[in-house]
Every structure is written in C-alpha cells, then in structure tokens.
T-cell receptor, first 108, second 114 residues
Framework: GQSLEQPSEVTAVEGAIVQINCTYQTSGFYGLSWYQQHDGGAPTFLSYNGLDGLEETGRFSSFLSRSDSYGYLLLQELQMKDSASYFCAPSGNTPLVFGKGTRLSVIA | EAQVTQNPRYLITVTGKKLTVTCSQNMNHEYMSWYRQDPGLGLRQIYYSMNVEVTDKGDVPEGYKVSRKEKRNFPLILESPSPNQTSLYFC?????????????FGAGSRLTVL
C-alpha cells in the first residue's frame, strides 16, 4: 500500500524561504511529484524528482532522498501568490495518489 | 489547446437521481483518473483507468461507477447519489500511470446532493 505524511499547515512571511516536507511509503517507487492548488482551482504540476538530489525551477526547488523515503519542496522569495495547497505524490507500481496536502499561508 | 474538460462544472441534484459527470481529454493520454476533494481530506482517488476498457478502484470507489470505452473519455457515474457524495470532483489524465508522468487536471465539478 501507500502512505504519505505532510504537515497540514505552514505559515511564512513574504520574501522568506519555506520548506514543505514529505515522507512516503509506496511499492515499486519511481519518483516524487509536487502539485500546487490555489483555492477554487485545479491542482497543477510543479516538479518531479526521479533521482536523488535537488531539482531547481526558478524560485521552487524539490529534493528527493530515496533511501530515506523523503522529499521536500523549497519555495524561495515567497510571494503572496504562493499561498496555496501543496501536494506531494509518489509514483510507483500503483497509480499516483495524493495525500491531504500542506496549506501554505504567506503573510505580509 | 491541450486540456481535460469536465461537465457539468456545477450541479445541484437530489438523492437518488442518477447523474453522470463527463471527462474528456485531447492529449491521447492512456491514464485517466477521478478524485474527490473534501475539506481537510485532500485528494482521494475514486477510480482510475490505465487504458481503454481497463478500470480499477481507487481509495473511495463506493457509490461510483466508471467506464472507458474510448481513450479520450472517462465518465463518472453516480447511480443513486447520496448527500455524502457532495464534493468537488476532479478528473485528470497523463501519458502513463508511472514514472515522470504529469497529471493534467480538469477544472473541477462541484456537486451538491440534497
């Protein structure tokens, strides 16, 4: 089966850096994806880590450690528009499933 | 434009009245999936389909049916809706179910069952 753990809520100040952690358990692990969802909107793909290490895409970076079944999403230079829910989603032998997500609130 | 289209976007219905939420994708994706989203519970998978005529249950399949007769369409059927099926529903598709797949989501269908 699969299990996922993410913090339910995170609050950070505009301009700061925030890290959202994800621990997972899945059979036949391939990689870890991250999705963003604004209130009232649909989830949208942010990043994917198939290998250990850091992937950087602009202000967002994502990290994976296969041996620790752990990953994180790093958001730098936070902006108010980054207030959203963030979901990690491990892919493996069973199709992609999502957890409860982390609600990020960016405050001035 | 590559997209996943869901209809209806909003629906209010009554208990027991059968309804279908349609989902169509124009990207020739093999994998399609339905999720429901409820406050505090995240995205829960209802059913998924790896390809035409191949469907399987997700985490919360009770009360729902699906079919995949064509690659592009994956309708969600509620034979006898009940109030606990009031939720926000998302259809999504991707090239495959594994690897560096990128799920493309529809805009969502907000369903209220009275």
């Amino acid at each position: 089966g699969q299990s996922l753990e993410q913090p339910s809520e995170v609050t950070a100040v505009e301009g700061a850096i925030v890290q959202i952690n994800c621990t997972y358990q899945t059979s036949g692990f391939y990689g870890l994806s991250w999705y963003q969802q604004h209130d009232g909107g649909a989830p949208t793909f942010l990043s994917y880590n198939g290998l250990d290490g850091l992937e950087e895409t602009g202000r967002f970076s994502s990290f994976l450690s296969r041996s620790d079944s752990y990953g994180y999403l790093l958001l730098q230079e936070l902006q108010m528009k980054d207030s959203a829910s963030y979901f990690c989603a491990p892919s493996g032998n069973t199709p992609l499933v999502f957890g409860k997500g982390t609600r990020l609130s960016v405050i001035a | 434009e590559a997209q996943v289209t869901q209809n209806p976007r909003y629906l209010i219905t009554v208990t027991g009245k059968k309804l279908t939420v349609t989902c169509s994708q124009n990207m020739n994706h093999e994998y399609m999936s339905w999720y429901r989203q409820d406050p505090g519970l995240g995205l829960r998978q209802i059913y998924y389909s790896m390809n035409v005529e191949v469907t399987d249950k997700g985490d919360v399949p009770e009360g729902y049916k699906v079919s995949r007769k064509e690659k592009r369409n994956f309708p969600l059927i509620l034979e006898s809706p009940s109030p606990n099926q009031t939720s926000l529903y998302f259809c999504a598709s991707s090239y495959s179910a594994s690897g560096a797949n990128v799920l493309t989501f529809g805009a969502g269908s907000r369903l209220t069952v009275l």
